[in-house]
């Protein structure tokens, strides 16, 4: 049975830092990515990493303040973020897939089941 499993999430000031991480069990995927979604809002792409070779991706509103890696041994994705910003608060989800990198939720067939990030101003 896959199972993604994040943590991490959590409330911190803004400025602050904080890091994800999303356990996957049951499979390796080609790659993994977060997600995010505030209240009212739809859920959007942060950032991904393929499980081989260095590149990564990311939105650019977290250009600069976030990094996505992995540790292949442990099957594991992370997420530092740094720099937050009120504007960072939401849901975050580790998403997999069998495929190539996407930036929307449907390129995803595997989800987390979301972690609260709140950056007070």
């Known amino acids: 049975q896959v199972q993604l499993v994040e943590s991490g999430g959590g409330l911190v000031q803004a400025g602050g830092s904080l890091r994800l991480s999303c356990a996957a069990s049951?499979?390796?995927?080609?790659?993994m990515a977060w997600f995010r979604q505030a209240p009212g809002k739809e859920r959007e792409f942060v950032a991904a990493?393929?499980?081989?070779?260095?590149?990564?991706y990311y939105a650019d509103s977290v250009k600069g303040r976030f990094t996505i890696s992995r540790d292949n041994a442990k099957n594991a994705v992370y997420l530092q973020m740094n720099s937050l910003k009120p504007e960072d608060t939401a849901v975050y989800y580790c998403?997999?897939?069998?495929?190539?990198?996407?930036?929307?939720?449907?390129?995803?067939?595997?989800w987390g089941q979301g972690t609260q990030v709140t950056v007070s101003s």
């Open positions: 049951g499979r390796t995927f080609s790659t």
């Open positions: 998403a997999a897939s069998y495929g190539s990198v996407g930036y929307r939720t449907y390129d995803y067939g595997y």
């Open positions: 990493i393929r499980w081989t070779g260095p590149n990564t």
